[in-house]
């Protein structure tokens, strides 16, 4: 959170929610319902059993953007051959015009994929509320 701080994205309480599908969608949607516009996911993006993050981020979005995910698998894998398992997604809602990105659990895997995402994060939300190409 620090990091989306000093990109300048005000940034609420981070909320932990236990693992499953159900349960992070519903802390997805309070994240949307308290008006956020962007929401970063960490863990549940690998293989285990538990690991159902993407499944309940793909029951709120709209649109996934696909590319993203594969930038982060890409850029990730520069480090450690392991960013390949992730199944992460990246998507909007269209409503409120927010974007979902699911991040590894790893804090460096989630430190170098909010790296990568920043940059990029500007215009998706101007391009979400109407913006030009």
Same mark, same amino acid.
Request: glycine share 14%.
């Given at each position: 959170?620090?990091?989306?701080?000093?990109?300048?994205?005000?940034?609420?309480?981070?909320?932990?929610?236990?693992?499953?599908?159900?349960?992070?969608?519903?802390?997805? !949607?309070?994240?949307?319902?308290?008006?956020?516009?962007?929401?970063?996911?960490?863990?549940?993006?690998?293989?285990?059993?538990?690991?159902?993050?993407?499944?309940? &981020?793909?029951?709120?979005?709209?649109?996934?953007?696909?590319?993203?995910?594969?930038?982060? !698998?890409?850029?990730?894998?520069?480090? &450690?051959?392991?960013?390949?398992?992730? !199944?992460?997604?990246?998507?909007?809602?269209?409503?409120?015009?927010?974007?979902?990105?699911?991040?590894?659990?790893?804090?460096?895997?989630?430190?170098?994929?909010?790296?990568?995402?920043?940059?990029?994060?500007?215009?998706?939300?101007?391009?979400?509320?109407?913006?030009?190409?």
């Amino acid at each position: 959170m620090q990091r989306l701080v000093e990109a300048g994205y005000a940034c609420e309480a981070a909320s932990v929610v236990t693992d499953g599908e159900e349960s992070v969608a519903a802390g997805i !949607r309070r994240a949307l319902d308290a008006g956020a516009r962007v929401i970063i996911t960490t863990g549940g993006t690998g293989v285990g059993p538990r690991d159902r993050t993407p499944e309940a &981020t793909h029951t709120v979005i709209d649109r996934e953007i696909p590319g993203l995910a594969e930038l982060l !698998r890409r850029e990730g894998a520069a480090s &450690t051959p392991m960013a390949a398992l992730s !199944r992460g997604i990246v998507g909007v809602v269209d409503g409120p015009g927010s974007v979902i990105a699911n991040l590894p659990g790893s804090t460096r895997g989630a430190t170098e994929g909010l790296e990568t995402l920043l940059p990029l994060l500007p215009h998706v939300l101007d391009q979400l509320t109407g913006g030009d190409h």
